[in-house]
């Protein structure tokens, strides 16, 4: 056993441990400022990562925004596809034959040059029909791009007008029918009442049970006469 006199120390000046805990403090201190730059470009990465997935969301809805259109667009001409090649054969097998075929074309390049005249004017250069559909078309497509060029707000100002528009020509339809059937029914008054009373001839089948009614053929003529006097006086008072 030694005793405490015959240990060595290790530190033989105090400012041993000042340089040591000096140098231990510069690492801690380096470490603090590399941890925090460290975690101010994981930061940045973070918002990078955040910013891009954001971006490819926005991208993404639009794809398929166009994909949902041209999907539209695909089963719309698809459509006509289907259409114009019913109409084919029916060219084909004869069911429109001679003079209806003749016909039903003449019918349908008046109703594309009414078309063309209301989107684009006279057909003065006497162009073809399916130049004139061909031209049609083509002035839609401007129609529509200039439609997505314009404010929302007029675009939809305008759809309003436009279904107000709408609205009132079936109103109108409806009251001109309505007026053609009214007229339909006075005439018809009309004719009722200038047209001799049929007066029923001959016994009434009547059941046995029941006896006969002489007195009730002249009160149903009266009777009919009474209501037809009362509708002309409804129509025309």
Known sequence: ????????????????????????????????????????????????????????????????????SLESQIS????????????????SYGHYEGDGQEKMLELLNEKVEEVYRSCIGDNEANISTLQMLTNIENRLEELFEHIEMMPQEKVELAEKAKEKERRLKLREEKREQQRLHQEERVRKALERAKADPKVQTGKRLVFRSKPPEVQKKKTDVVDKRNEEDEE?????S
Do not use: G, W
């Open 232 to 236: 002309l006086a409804y129509y025309f």
């Open 76 to 91: 719309a001409e698809e459509e006509k596809s289907r259409e114009l090649e019913h109409k084919s054969k029916m060219f």
């Open 1 to 68: 056993y030694e005793s405490d006199d015959s240990c060595e120390l290790f530190f033989t000046d105090p400012q041993q441990l000042l340089n040591i805990f000096a140098e231990l403090e510069e690492q801690n201190l380096s470490l603090i400022q590399n941890s925090q730059e460290t975690e101010e470009a994981l930061d940045e990465m973070k918002q990078t990562i955040e910013t891009t997935k954001a971006k490819m969301n926005k991208e993404t809805e639009v794809l398929k925004s166009q994909i949902t």
